[in-house]
């Protein structure tokens, strides 16, 4: 465990350095060498290197509430540690997580559970990006690793995270179809919310126009934006849900009762600009500057289908938690075409820019604010 850190300063320690790694791409691109073979190297040899270091980071870090729901998993490992039945395989919702969870409590330690999260969260985005964008991948992984919810999914929604990275690496064995299902298997079983991934993946591959989808996406938010709270409790009352009670008081405010902090039910503008940006910079490549790249339509489209679903529960409380199933495809969708093709005569500088646009929203959230 590191504990040489103190709490307080544990995750700005994250954020700050998350800071100097864009500041220094900013100044290579505006240097116009980000994208020289001989930086791209060494920036893929330093991308390793900050990967297992931040594995160790996150994994590694202290049991405190400091780290939100850390703690409500650290209670229920040692629960489990402390109880006299065996390790048996146990089928139900988010089974693979739980599963791990309880293995680990019988046979292993708390440390140890936490890394193979922060492993299974960290290295499979760095493996997707390495497989995706090949020696170019540190950029697109910089961008995955300063969007503002990036360390909260790490420490505090950990399922999500995890789901979510297993689904990521999945999209990139479309081509070796059977690796892909099982890893979204995976994914769904370590957190059931990766359905809409996989639904939305599996639509955006049989209909492929990208302007139904963003036609879709702007109808949502008018829709949400006028209809209100009707159309979360049409939801609940259509039983689409199932047995879910949680996302169910999600939607109708009654799983905040009895909690201290109330959250307000409101059409929540900044997320929405936030996912806006995805999918201003997907329509400015694809239908602006006629982007042809049959893979990055695929992702865009499943970022739109994925979004607008949560356009339309917008003002469910932890909103974020419905918008970050969309928002974890987000950054690929942000810098897929910066990396894969040259649009200006100064792409890199452009490429800086973007960065810092890229990067402003975790800026505000996680330092200043």
Not at 69 to 81: P, S
Not at 190 to 217: D, E, Q, R
Not at 255 to 271: A, L, P
Not at 350 to 369: E, P
Request: with cysteine; proline share 2%; net charge positive.
């Amino acid at each position: 465990m590191i504990d040489f850190i103190p709490l307080v300063d544990y995750t700005p320690f994250f954020n700050y350095s998350i800071l100097i790694l864009v500041l220094i791409a900013f100044w290579q691109c505006n240097a116009g060498i980000v994208l020289h073979k001989n930086i791209v190297s060494m920036n893929a040899v330093w991308g390793v290197f900050f990967t297992v270091l931040l594995i160790f980071y996150m994994g590694l870090r202290p049991i405190s509430s400091y780290f939100g729901d850390t703690v409500n998993y650290a209670n229920g490992f040692f629960y489990i540690q402390r109880s006299s039945e065996p390790f048996t395989w146990e089928w139900g919702t988010d089974c693979v997580f739980y599963n791990l969870h309880a293995w680990f409590a019988k046979y292993s330690d708390i440390h140890s559970f936490f890394l193979l999260c922060a492993f299974i969260y960290v290295g499979s985005l760095w493996l997707a990006m390495q497989r995706i964008f090949k020696s170019y991948y540190y950029i697109p992984l910089l961008v995955i690793f300063s969007m503002f919810t990036f360390w909260a999914y790490g420490v505090n929604g950990v399922r999500n995270g995890m789901g979510a990275s297993l689904f990521i690496l999945a999209v990139t064995y479309i081509n070796r179809l059977p690796i892909a299902i099982i890893l979204c298997i995976l994914s769904v079983g370590i957190h059931k919310s990766c359905l809409l991934l996989v639904g939305a993946a599996v639509i955006a591959w049989f209909i492929k126009n990208s302007y139904i989808y963003l036609l879709t996406w702007i109808g949502c938010v008018g829709i949400s934006y006028t209809a209100g709270m009707r159309i979360q409790n049409y939801i609940v009352a259509t039983g689409f849900l199932g047995e879910d009670d949680r996302l169910t008081n999600y939607l109708t405010g009654s799983g905040q009762i009895g909690e201290v902090v109330q959250m307000s039910m409101t059409f929540r503008w900044d997320f929405l600009i936030y996912s806006a940006m995805g999918v201003f910079v997907g329509y400015y490549f694809i239908f602006r500057r006629n982007f042809r790249d049959e893979y990055y339509h695929w992702l865009y489209n499943i970022f739109l289908i994925s979004n607008a679903f949560w356009v339309l529960v917008i003002r469910a409380i932890y909103s974020n938690r419905f918008a970050q199933i969309s928002w974890f495809i987000m950054p690929i969708i942000l810098i897929y075409p910066f990396i894969k093709q040259r649009f200006w005569k100064n792409h890199e500088k452009i490429l800086g820019a973007a960065l810092l646009v890229f990067y402003a929203f975790a800026f505000y959230y996680n330092i200043l604010k």
